[in-house]
């Protein structure tokens, strides 16, 4: 069973300071995205990586894929409190058009 | 703006009672997923769908079923709810070529 860690689980963090959020696993991933979720909504997707090294960025928010394609980080620059939300990651294996889902990383950002 | 829509938004009922719970979309995709999600957890997948009359099971053992006989339309169907299925569940699609997959509003279920 393929399985994705996020770490940390919780974060809560003063507005103006830095984070990274990891998302790792022992299986190799087709693609890659991050997705951020509001309460009572369904996940909305702030970005997909498919090859290895590949480093997106979006505004303050930076993706990085692993070289291996098993893992990926997510860095907030300046974070501010319409960052708040649950980030998930998500990972595709080869072959199949399923998606298996990151543990989740809550974050709460205090103005 | 994903086009795409889950009715009830809020279910509350008994045991025993049969639901249906409603998913569409108007984006032409041909995959459609359904997941399940506790409070501020991570997502399981339920069932999935690659096309019309095509149905799997997810890696989640699910008492729920599905069908898929239009494209827009991807029903999940309990037949017989009980208080272990209280949960949101959420619907998803995407079209084959892309990595995007919209999600609905999902649907929160209370079984008393």
């Known amino acids: 069973t393929q399985l994705l860690e996020q770490s940390p689980q919780f974060l809560s963090i003063q507005e103006g300071e830095n984070l990274t959020v990891y998302c790792n696993s022992s299986s190799v991933f087709s693609s890659l995205q991050w997705y951020r979720q509001e309460p009572g909504e369904g996940p909305v997707l702030l970005v997909t990586v498919v090859t290895g090294g590949e480093v997106k960025k979006l505004k303050r928010l930076t993706f990085q894929f692993g070289d291996a394609r098993k893992d990926s980080s997510l860095h907030i620059t300046a974070a501010q409190p319409g960052d708040t939300g649950l980030y998930l990651c998500a990972g595709r294996a080869s072959g199949t058009y399923k998606y298996i889902f990151g543990t989740g990383t809550r974050l709460k950002v205090l103005a | 703006e994903a086009d795409i829509y889950q009715t009830p938004r809020y279910l509350v009922i008994g045991t025993g009672k049969k639901i249906t719970l409603e998913c569409s979309q108007t984006?032409?995709?041909?995959?459609m997923y359904w997941y399940q999600q506790d409070p501020g957890m991570e997502l399981h997948l339920i069932h999935y769908?690659?096309?019309?009359?095509?149905?799997e099971k997810g890696d989640l053992s699910s008492e729920s079923t599905v069908s898929r006989i239009r494209t827009e339309h991807f029903p999940l169907t309990l037949e017989s709810a009980r208080p272990s299925h209280t949960s949101q569940y959420l619907c998803a699609s995407t079209a084959t070529g892309t990595e995007t997959q919209y999600f609905g509003p999902g649907t929160r279920l209370l079984v008393l």
């Open positions: 769908s690659y096309g019309v009359n095509s149905t």
């Open positions: 984006m032409g995709h041909d995959k």
